[in-house]
C-alpha cells in the first residue's frame, strides 16, 4: 500500500495568497492582474500543495472566461508590448520577477 505524499506549504504562499486576493478585485482588462495572474500559475504548477492558492486560481480563470492558454498567449503579448514589472528605482530600472 503506496502512501499519499504530505501536501507541503509553499515557502511564499502566505504573500501569494495577498497578491490573489487583489487579482480577484480586479478584470480581465489589468495587463498586471494577468500578469500576476500568469506568474502564479507557473510558480504553483506540479507544486504538491498549496491546494487553495492552486483552486483560487482556477476560480479566477474562470470568471475571467479564460483557458490557462489563452491567458498565457494574453501575457505574452502583454510583455511584447510593455514592462509590466519594474523596479521602483531610478538606479535600478531592470524587469522584477520576483
Known sequence: MSKEPTPQKHPQ????REALNLIAQSSAADPLALAELAR???????????IEIKETLDQILRRWN???????AKTREIHQNERIYQVKSK???QEDWT
Open 66 to 72: 479564460l483557458t490557462e492558454a489563452e491567458l498565457f
Open 91 to 93: 538606479f535600478n530600472p
Open 40 to 50: 502564479l500559475r507557473i510558480r504553483y504548477e506540479g507544486f504538491p500543495g498549496a
Open 13 to 16: 504562499e502566505r504573500r501569494d
